[in-house]
Protein backbone atom coordinates (compact mmCIF):
# COMPACT_ATOMS: atom_id res chain seq x y z
CA UNK A 1 0.00 0.00 0.00
CA UNK A 2 0.98 3.48 -0.60
CA UNK A 3 0.44 6.09 1.79
CA UNK A 4 -1.19 9.30 0.33
CA UNK A 5 -2.73 12.74 1.24
CA UNK A 6 -4.92 14.70 -0.32
CA UNK A 7 -3.42 17.40 -2.25
CA UNK A 8 -6.08 19.37 -4.25
CA UNK A 9 -9.87 19.32 -5.56
CA UNK A 10 -10.15 20.46 -8.65
CA UNK A 11 -13.25 21.45 -10.32
CA UNK A 12 -14.23 20.23 -13.79
CA UNK A 13 -15.17 23.04 -16.37
CA UNK A 14 -17.48 19.97 -18.66
CA UNK A 15 -19.77 18.59 -15.87
CA UNK A 16 -20.52 19.75 -12.10
CA UNK A 17 -18.20 16.95 -11.05
CA UNK A 18 -15.26 17.57 -8.80
CA UNK A 19 -11.62 15.64 -9.10
CA UNK A 20 -9.74 14.82 -5.74
CA UNK A 21 -6.19 14.88 -6.07
CA UNK A 22 -4.63 12.45 -4.25
CA UNK A 23 0.06 12.37 -3.78
CA UNK A 24 1.83 9.73 -3.30
CA UNK A 25 3.98 10.70 0.13
CA UNK A 26 7.18 8.77 -0.96
CA UNK A 27 7.00 10.41 -4.81
CA UNK A 28 6.26 12.31 -7.24
CA UNK A 29 2.39 10.20 -8.10
CA UNK A 30 -0.93 12.02 -8.38
CA UNK A 31 -3.66 9.73 -8.61
CA UNK A 32 -7.34 11.59 -10.02
CA UNK A 33 -10.41 10.16 -8.77
CA UNK A 34 -13.75 11.69 -9.97
CA UNK A 35 -16.15 12.66 -6.90
CA UNK A 36 -19.86 14.74 -7.12
CA UNK A 37 -19.85 18.03 -5.67
CA UNK A 38 -21.39 17.13 -2.19
CA UNK A 39 -18.55 15.30 -1.45
CA UNK A 40 -15.77 17.81 -2.78
CA UNK A 41 -17.82 20.68 -0.27
CA UNK A 42 -18.02 18.23 2.60
CA UNK A 43 -13.96 17.33 1.98
CA UNK A 44 -13.30 20.88 1.94
CA UNK A 45 -15.22 22.19 4.49
CA UNK A 46 -13.48 19.99 7.07
CA UNK A 47 -9.93 20.70 5.43
CA UNK A 48 -10.53 24.35 5.89
CA UNK A 49 -11.56 24.01 9.58
CA UNK A 50 -14.81 25.61 8.56
CA UNK A 51 -17.87 25.90 11.26
CA UNK A 52 -21.25 24.85 9.78
CA UNK A 53 -24.45 25.07 12.21
CA UNK A 54 -25.28 21.16 12.27
CA UNK A 55 -23.74 18.05 11.29
CA UNK A 56 -22.97 17.20 8.24
CA UNK A 57 -23.28 13.66 6.50
CA UNK A 58 -19.99 12.93 7.00
CA UNK A 59 -19.57 14.42 10.55
CA UNK A 60 -22.70 12.60 11.28
CA UNK A 61 -21.14 9.46 10.26
CA UNK A 62 -18.12 9.96 12.44
CA UNK A 63 -20.14 10.86 15.56
CA UNK A 64 -21.94 7.41 15.56
CA UNK A 65 -18.79 5.49 14.86
CA UNK A 66 -17.88 7.32 17.61
CA UNK A 67 -20.65 6.55 19.94
CA UNK A 68 -20.99 2.85 18.97
CA UNK A 69 -17.06 2.64 20.20
CA UNK A 70 -15.46 2.22 16.69
CA UNK A 71 -12.13 3.46 15.97
CA UNK A 72 -11.26 4.27 11.73
CA UNK A 73 -7.78 3.13 11.84
CA UNK A 74 -7.08 4.39 7.99
CA UNK A 75 -8.57 4.59 4.38
CA UNK A 76 -7.70 2.13 1.99
CA UNK A 77 -8.34 2.70 -1.87
CA UNK A 78 -8.17 -0.84 -3.04
CA UNK A 79 -9.38 -1.51 -6.12
CA UNK A 80 -10.21 -0.36 -9.60
CA UNK A 81 -12.30 -1.74 -12.39
CA UNK A 82 -14.10 -0.58 -15.26
CA UNK A 83 -12.74 3.02 -14.45
CA UNK A 84 -14.61 2.55 -11.02
CA UNK A 85 -12.57 3.44 -8.05
CA UNK A 86 -12.96 1.04 -4.49
CA UNK A 87 -12.65 1.92 -0.84
CA UNK A 88 -12.84 0.80 2.51
CA UNK A 89 -13.07 2.17 5.72
CA UNK A 90 -11.20 0.24 8.48
CA UNK A 91 -12.45 0.05 12.04
CA UNK A 92 -11.20 -1.19 14.95
CA UNK A 93 -14.13 -2.57 17.52
CA UNK A 94 -13.23 -3.87 20.15
CA UNK A 95 -10.58 -6.28 19.63
CA UNK A 96 -11.86 -6.68 15.75
CA UNK A 97 -10.91 -5.21 12.87
CA UNK A 98 -13.56 -4.43 10.76
CA UNK A 99 -13.80 -3.64 6.45
CA UNK A 100 -16.42 -1.33 5.34
CA UNK A 101 -17.20 -0.96 1.39
CA UNK A 102 -17.45 2.86 0.88
CA UNK A 103 -16.54 5.24 -2.06
CA UNK A 104 -13.73 6.57 -2.34
CA UNK A 105 -15.21 9.96 -1.67
CA UNK A 106 -17.27 9.23 1.23
CA UNK A 107 -14.22 7.68 2.94
CA UNK A 108 -11.78 10.58 1.87
CA UNK A 109 -14.68 12.55 3.88
CA UNK A 110 -14.57 10.46 7.01
CA UNK A 111 -10.58 10.42 7.04
CA UNK A 112 -9.99 13.90 7.15
CA UNK A 113 -12.78 14.27 10.03
CA UNK A 114 -10.98 11.41 12.03
CA UNK A 115 -7.30 12.59 11.06
CA UNK A 116 -6.37 8.95 9.84
CA UNK A 117 -4.06 7.78 7.30
CA UNK A 118 -4.86 6.92 3.41
CA UNK A 119 -3.72 4.50 1.87
CA UNK A 120 -3.96 2.82 -2.09
CA UNK A 121 -3.15 -0.19 -3.29
CA UNK A 122 0.11 -0.21 -5.49
CA UNK A 123 -1.72 -2.27 -8.43
CA UNK A 124 -4.18 0.73 -8.97
CA UNK A 125 -1.12 3.80 -8.39
CA UNK A 126 0.26 2.19 -11.12
CA UNK A 127 -2.80 1.65 -13.10
CA UNK A 128 -4.02 4.80 -12.64
CA UNK A 129 -1.74 7.47 -11.13
CA UNK A 130 0.12 10.32 -13.16
CA UNK A 131 3.29 12.34 -13.07
CA UNK A 132 3.93 15.57 -13.39
CA UNK A 133 5.17 17.01 -16.90
CA UNK A 134 8.45 17.89 -16.62
CA UNK A 135 7.21 20.95 -18.89
CA UNK A 136 5.40 21.48 -15.51
CA UNK A 137 8.46 21.06 -13.46
CA UNK A 138 10.87 23.13 -15.06
CA UNK A 139 13.29 20.21 -15.33
CA UNK A 140 13.53 20.43 -19.23
CA UNK A 141 12.64 22.81 -21.82
CA UNK A 142 9.57 22.62 -23.93
CA UNK A 143 9.43 20.19 -27.12
CA UNK A 144 8.98 21.37 -30.17
CA UNK A 145 5.10 20.09 -30.02
CA UNK A 146 4.85 21.95 -26.57
CA UNK A 147 6.04 24.94 -28.45
CA UNK A 148 3.39 24.16 -31.38
CA UNK A 149 0.79 24.20 -28.53
CA UNK A 150 1.66 27.07 -27.22
CA UNK A 151 1.66 28.86 -30.48
CA UNK A 152 -1.93 28.06 -30.84
CA UNK A 153 -2.65 30.25 -27.65
CA UNK A 154 -0.59 32.89 -28.76
CA UNK A 155 -2.35 33.36 -31.70
CA UNK A 156 -5.81 33.64 -30.17
CA UNK A 157 -4.43 36.24 -27.45
CA UNK A 158 -2.60 37.90 -30.36
CA UNK A 159 -6.24 38.05 -32.70
CA UNK A 160 -7.97 39.28 -29.52
CA UNK A 161 -9.45 42.97 -30.21
CA UNK A 162 -8.22 44.99 -26.69
CA UNK A 163 -9.60 48.42 -28.17
CA UNK A 164 -11.41 49.94 -25.53
CA UNK A 165 -11.24 47.56 -22.93
CA UNK A 166 -9.83 50.42 -20.45
CA UNK A 167 -12.21 52.49 -20.79
CA UNK A 168 -12.61 54.73 -17.74
CA UNK A 169 -16.38 54.33 -17.93
CA UNK A 170 -16.40 50.62 -17.83
CA UNK A 171 -18.43 50.52 -21.08
CA UNK A 172 -17.94 47.31 -23.00
CA UNK A 173 -15.92 48.42 -26.04
CA UNK A 174 -18.43 48.65 -29.18
Known amino acids: ?28 HFLPIW ?3 YEAEAITVSLQE ?13 NTLQALGAEVLHIDIVDLRDDVFYARIVLKVGSR ?11 LALAVRVHVPIFVDEKVMSEASTE ?7 DEPASEDGDKRLDIFKDF ?8 IDSPEGDPPA
Open 1 to 28: MVQVEIDSIRVSLMSQHRIVILKDLAGE
Open 35 to 37: IGP
Open 50 to 62: MEVARPLTHDLLR
Open 97 to 107: EIEIDSRPSDA
Open 132 to 138: PESEVKG
Open 157 to 164: VDSLDMDG
